[in-house]
């Protein structure tokens, strides 16, 4: 089903091996080229992150307000994302591109080294018997490159020795760094930034997996971990200098509102808050009335009278009763 894609990546790797005839260096050319193409939807949905976040402080008062009423909570929020055209899953979508990038070249280096049943040489598939890297990896035992066989698993390499062992292990610590490196770079630039609940359990889980992966796979495909972490660590350089510079940065008003969802989580959110959703201010029920709609304020009851002593009346004074009146008619009477 997906052979026209594992022969396509092989293809290009190939090209790449044709250019600087080294294995690792093929991989780490065909992971840039990888990563140059998901590079539009990596900051499109950074800038959803960044919208997510900007939006938050609005958000927790919808919570706040309907946190007794499940489904018109969702369907408020629903409404929400709607009128300012946000995605709750678009921060994710870098993370969530990685996965079939790794499936796919996970088979093709897989093919590349495949020794069928019996025989105890490499048969390359996806290839073209008459490129260069087929002709090297022909009958060959071994995937060498820098000193490294890249057909080999970290966890396979020790347990012939840890000596043997060292340089697959240098590549995942290698991985473990710059995976960490960039979770910081990511929170350096986010301190108390309130990250959805899903997203947040991604940056979570990625990294660990990643390192787990690195372990148990063949070498050659650890290049292409180490290769697509140094190259999103110059990404997230790009995004840092571009989306939080500035105090009118969108970075920097996610960051604001961030500290101001925090205040509202600190004081409770006061029902006296009302959401505002998109660009329309929504009248929400009392608990426990029906909801209705407000009026609007006429001129006579919302402009302010000014008083003999020169200061503004906020509000008329209530008409006084009948029988009020009655009474004081009857005191004037009496005397």
């Known amino acids: 089903m997906f052979d026209v894609i594992y022969e396509f990546l092989a293809q290009v790797l190939s090209f790449f091996y044709d250019i600087i005839p080294d294995y690792a260096v093929a991989i780490a050319m065909l992971t840039v080229a990888v990563m140059v193409v998901t590079t539009p939807f990596t900051l499109k949905g950074t800038r959803s992150m960044i919208q997510m976040q900007r939006l938050q402080p609005e958000m927790k008062k919808i919570q706040t307000q309907y946190k007794d009423d499940r489904q018109k909570l969702n369907e408020e929020l629903m409404a929400f994302y709607k009128e300012n055209s946000l995605n709750p899953l678009g921060g994710c979508l870098p993370l969530l591109l990685q996965a079939p990038v790794f499936f796919f070249l996970f088979h093709v280096l897989r093919g590349l080294t495949y020794i069928p049943p019996g025989e105890t040489t490499f048969d390359p598939e996806y290839l073209s018997t008459s490129s260069k890297m087929y002709e090297s990896l022909d009958g060959a035992t071994r995937m060498m490159s820098f000193g490294i066989d890249l057909a080999e698993s970290a966890s396979n390499a020790l347990k012939v020795s840890f000596v043997h062992g060292l340089p697959q292990i240098s590549l995942v610590v290698i991985v473990a760094l710059t995976s960490y490196y960039q979770q910081k770079q990511i929170q350096s630039r986010n301190p108390g ?31 292409y971990f180490v290769t697509s ?107």
Do not use: C, W
């Not at 899903?198 to 148990?216: D, E, I, N, R």
């Open 229 to 335: 972490n140094l190259y999103r660590i110059g990404m997230q350089y790009y995004i840092t200098r571009t989306l939080y510079h500035g105090e009118d940065s969108l970075g920097a008003q996610a960051q604001r509102a961030s500290a101001e969802t925090k205040k509202l989580n600190e004081a409770g959110a006061p029902s006296s808050l009302r959401p505002r959703l998109g660009k329309k201010v929504r009248a929400l029920p009392v608990k426990g009335s029906p909801a209705k709609p407000v009026a609007a304020a006429t001129p006579s009851t919302s402009s302010s009278t000014p008083t003999s002593n020169g200061n503004s009346a906020a509000e008329t004074p209530a008409p006084r009763s009948v029988s009020a009146t009655n009474r004081s008619k009857k005191k004037k009477k009496r005397r």
């Open 193 to 223: 930034v309130e990250v959805p609940q899903q997203q947040k359990m991604l940056m979570k889980l990625m990294p660990l997996m990643m390192v787990f992966f690195a372990f148990v796979t063949p070498a050659a495909l650890v290049v």
